[in-house]
C-alpha cells in the first residue's frame, strides 16, 4: 500500500516552453501533496504544499507564477513549470501523506527535467 | 531558522561493519522525525520516532530519539553493499500541514 506514482519519469524540454508533472496517489485518497526540488548532492527542499480543492501553498522564494500546482482531486495533483529555463533543470519529488494527522510521507519516484 | 543537520556528510565501511548515523535538529514545534533511505530515485520511509527513548528496529536497522538532547541515531548492523545509499533524517514541524524539513543526508558506501 502508499504507492505514489509521477509521470513523467525525464523530462527534456527547450527553455521557454511548459512542462507539466503528474503525481498520483495510486491506493489511497490524498487530501495533501507535497512537491520538493533536489539538486545533485544536495537534499531535498520543499517548494509547496498542495491541498485538494484549494490554493498551494509556497515555500519561501518559490515563485508561484512559475510553478502552477492544481490539485484537482484526491488523487492527482500537478506541478507545471512554466517558461522553463535552463536553471530550473532539477529532480522534482512528489509526496503524499495518507491522512490529516498522519506525518509520514510517501515519495513519487521523481521527475527529473532538464532544460535545454 | 529551523534546520537539521546530519553528520557524518559521507562514510565507507566494509561488508560486515556497523555504521550509526547522526541527526541533530532545531525546529519550532516538534512533531516527530522520520528516517528515510534514498538510492536513485525517490527516498523510502524507513522509521517514524516521536517519543524519546523507544527504540526502533526493523532487521539490521534500528533507531531511536533524544528529544531532550534533540538528535537522533540510525544504526545499521552487519552492513552490506546493499545497504549503500543516501541516508535521510527529515523532522515533521509546524501547523497543520505537517511540513518536513530535511538534513543534508548522509552517503553510505558499503566495500564488499
Known amino acids: 500500500g502508499a504507492v505514489v506514482s509521477q509521470h513523467p519519469s525525464w523530462v527534456i524540454c527547450k527553455s521557454g516552453t511548459s512542462v507539466k508533472i503528474e503525481c498520483r496517489s495510486l491506493?489511497?485518497?490524498?487530501?495533501?501533496m507535497f512537491w520538493y526540488r533536489q539538486f545533485p548532492k544536495q537534499s531535498l527542499m520543499l517548494m509547496a504544499t498542495?491541498?485538494?480543492?484549494?490554493?498551494?501553498?509556497?515555500e519561501q522564494g518559490v515563485e508561484k507564477d512559475k510553478f502552477l500546482i492544481n490539485h484537482a482531486s484526491l488523487t492527482l495533483s500537478t506541478l507545471t513549470v512554466t517558461s522553463a529555463h535552463p536553471e530550473d533543470s532539477s529532480f522534482y519529488i512528489c509526496?503524499?501523506?495518507?491522512?490529516?494527522?498522519?506525518?509520514?510521507?510517501?515519495f513519487g519516484p521523481g521527475t527529473r527535467l532538464t532544460v535545454t | 531558522e529551523d534546520k537539521v543537520v546530519q553528520s557524518p556528510l559521507s562514510l565507507v565501511v566494509h561488508e560486515g561493519d556497523t555504521v550509526t548515523l547522526n541527526c541533530s535538529y532545531e525546529?519550532?514545534?516538534?512533531?516527530?522525525l522520520l528516517w528515510y533511505k534514498q538510492e536513485k530515485k525517490a527516498p523510502t520511509f524507513l522509521f517514524m520516532l516521536?517519543?524519546?527513548?523507544i527504540e526502533k528496529k526493523s532487521g539490521r536497522l534500528s533507531s531511536i530519539l533524544d528529544k531532550k538532547e534533540l538528535f537522533s541515531i540510525l544504526n545499521i548492523t552487519a552492513t552490506q553493499t546493499g545497504d549503500s545509499a543516501v541516508y535521510l533524517c527529515?523532522?515533521?514541524?509546524?501547523?497543520?500541514?505537517?511540513?518536513?524539513?530535511f538534513g543534508t543526508g548522509t552517503l553510505l558506501a558499503v566495500q564488499p
Open positions: 491506493d489511497f485518497q490524498a487530501t495533501t
Open positions: 509526496s503524499a501523506r495518507i491522512g490529516e494527522g498522519s506525518y509520514e510521507q510517501y
Open positions: 525546529v519550532t514545534n516538534f512533531r516527530s
Open positions: 498542495s491541498n485538494e480543492g484549494s490554493k498551494a501553498t509556497y
Open positions: 516521536t517519543s524519546s527513548g
Open positions: 527529515a523532522v515533521v514541524y509546524g501547523g497543520a500541514t505537517n511540513k518536513l524539513i
